[in-house]
């Protein structure tokens, strides 16, 4: 099967300091939830903007769905991955909020009489649809950052990156904007590719699997549930446990089966003297 | 230096443009202590906060910051004395990095209100040592550095002005946890150094534990002004009714005493849970072994010497 994205020996290095990325390997497989976590300065956003582009690599090769990562190819693969930035501030230029979410379409040459449904349909999947009047800066920042969402969402790609998008939200739109992740994967299934960047241990723990960066380096790349166990590793990283992991090592305890904390709740009622 | 908030109403626009925003708020932010203010999103926190140091003057009421006094009615000019002494850190500080140095930077606020530039340099580095940059860092560009690096320099730059009260505004957002942790420590140190904080934050872990006070806002009204322990033995079903998460400590010790446990004061950390916990249950002997080839970490099971708290 083909992946996703196919990173080869990638090397890179800003200017003026030593490689960030050496020989670094990563493939995501077609229709796949990819945590990867890191702390800041790990490595993890640059990884974003290496695959779409926005920085060159000095040696290796990226390849989006069987297409080479090239000058050439660039376009065509933009078209294909979607990304969300973590200041939605960069993000706009409509003069409102409908008109941002166009401005992507227009882009990309859709029919204008198909645009105002599509609008409405991303709009709505971010919980949105009441602002599309509203001008962009009138919003507050969680509110912003639903927005630039739409602004994805409307162009239907195939692999959607988050980049620490859920930062800002708060934790009514947090969830909003995750249940409307989790919504969209079950629609699409394996058609629509999920890389969500984060160091939100709650949030890597709704993936398929996790890959954890330090320094330009693969250090874990594993299933939640195995990853979480590793907790003294993850802190030396500069990351964090869910709290039903910490709390279980509060309690003297390790137990992979309760990860969440309605698990370990569930559990610990039965034990109750 | 006391902030009192009186009567205030603040819409953005005018006529049919008018947006309502803070209607009728009364509100004191005590000296001295970290006061958390939260709400759901557009609920009106980042407008309430711009009133502390008039960047945002009260469409109706006023505003005693200190010995000043904010109407509708204050002219521009004699806004710059509060700015000095209330300091804002705003969203995505970094964002508003410019010069081409983080020393320069960081003396811009100190020289801005008028300092020798020597005295500006002796600020600037003391506030950078505060958020654990050292020398090295003095002659590089601000934007060749980490995202946690950048926030460092934009907080340094307010720290630099030594203002009274410090306002920050989701100061701990995008922070990887280690940053986060380091970041609760420096507020923590500035209150001990006799600084007022006010803070915005979405995260009810940082609120639970930092702040003395939480102030917590509705459709631009005050919904609750209390200690933060008081807050938080509300029942469940108030934060629900405010669109506000439950800290994860608090939420779980809610979980449980729904469940039968019985808990006699409001657990901050895990720890602290883990102990109440502890006393209420009978382990399995062997109880690692027995749960799902479960392992059992190198901690001891807590004991606990608190009196005052048992199920029997």
């Known amino acids: 099967m083909t992946d996703a994205i196919t990173i080869k020996k990638l090397t890179y290095a800003y200017p003026d300091q030593e490689a960030l990325f050496k020989d670094f390997n990563l493939s995501v497989a077609v229709g796949e939830w990819l945590a990867i976590v890191g702390h800041n300065g790990s490595g993890k956003s640059t990884l974003a903007k290496l695959i779409l582009g926005l920085l060159d690599f000095d040696e290796g090769q990226v390849t989006v769905f069987g297409q080479v990562l090239s000058e050439q190819s660039l376009s065509a693969i933009r078209r294909q991955v979607g990304m969300v930035f973590q200041n939605p501030d960069n993000q706009f230029v409509g003069a409102t909020v409908a008109d941002d979410v166009a401005f992507g379409l227009e882009n990309h040459q859709l029919p204008s009489i198909e645009m105002p449904a599509k609008i409405e349909r991303a709009l709505k999947q971010v919980g949105m649809a009441d602002f599309a009047d509203r001008e962009p800066h009138t919003l507050s920042g969680g509110q912003k950052q639903r927005v630039a969402m739409a602004s994805v969402l409307a162009l239907e790609p195939k692999v959607i990156i988050l980049d620490e998008a859920t930062a800002m939200l708060d934790p009514e739109g947090k969830q909003a904007l995750l249940q409307n992740l989790k919504e969209l994967k079950a629609r699409y299934q394996d058609e629509l590719t999920l890389i969500m960047i984060t160091h939100d241990m709650e949030e890597a723990a709704m993936a398929d699997r996790v890959a954890v960066i330090d320094d330009g380096r693969l250090v874990f790349d594993e299933k939640p549930e195995t990853l979480f166990l590793k907790g003294d590793r993850l802190r030396a990283l500069g990351l964090a446990q869910p709290f039903a992991m910490d709390l279980q090592k509060s309690l003297g305890i390790m137990n992979p089966s309760y990860l969440t904390t309605q698990e370990l709740a569930t559990w610990l009622s039965t034990l109750k003297a | ?312």
């Open chain 2, 1 to 312: 230096m006391v902030i009192n908030i009186e009567g205030v109403d603040f819409a953005y626009g005018t006529g049919k443009q008018e947006v309502p925003v803070l209607k009728d708020i009364q509100l004191t932010i005590p000296e001295n202590q970290i006061t958390a203010i939260i709400g759901q999103t557009g609920s009106g926190k980042s407008t309430l906060v711009q009133q502390l140091n008039a960047l945002l003057k009260p469409t109706a009421g006023q505003v005693q910051i200190g010995q000043h006094l904010v109407t509708s009615q204050t002219k521009e000019k004699q806004l710059t004395a509060i700015r000095a002494e209330v300091g804002m850190v705003f969203q995505f500080p970094e964002a508003q990095l410019f010069a081409p140095t983080v020393i320069e930077d960081v003396m811009y606020g100190p020289l801005n209100f008028g300092a020798e530039p020597k005295d500006a340099r002796a600020a600037a580095e003391k506030a950078l040592t505060q958020v654990g940059l050292d020398a090295t860092f003095y002659d590089q560009s601000p934007f060749n550095l980490s995202g946690g690096q950048m926030r460092r320099v934009a907080l340094a730059g307010v720290l630099a002005m030594d203002p009274q009260t410090m306002v920050f505004d989701e100061p701990a957002a995008g922070l990887d946890p280690a940053g986060q942790e380091e970041l609760l420590q420096l507020l923590k140190d500035l209150r001990a150094a006799g600084k007022t904080i006010v803070l915005i934050s979405h995260q009810m872990e940082q609120v639970l534990a930092l702040a003395d006070r939480v102030v917590v806002m509705n459709d631009g009204q005050v919904a609750a002004d209390e200690t933060v322990t008081a807050l938080f033995e509300r029942p469940q079903s108030w934060f629900e009714a405010q669109h506000l998460d439950l800290p994860e400590t608090v939420a779980f010790q809610k979980q449980l005493a729904a469940a039968g446990f019985i808990f006699d004061h409001l657990a901050k950390t895990a720890d602290d849970l883990a102990e109440q916990i502890n006393d209420q249950i009978d382990w399995p002997k062997g109880n690692a072994e027995q749960k799902n080839g479960a392992l059992t970490s190198q901690s001891a099971q807590p004991t606990s010497d608190k009196g005052g708290f048992r199920h029997e």
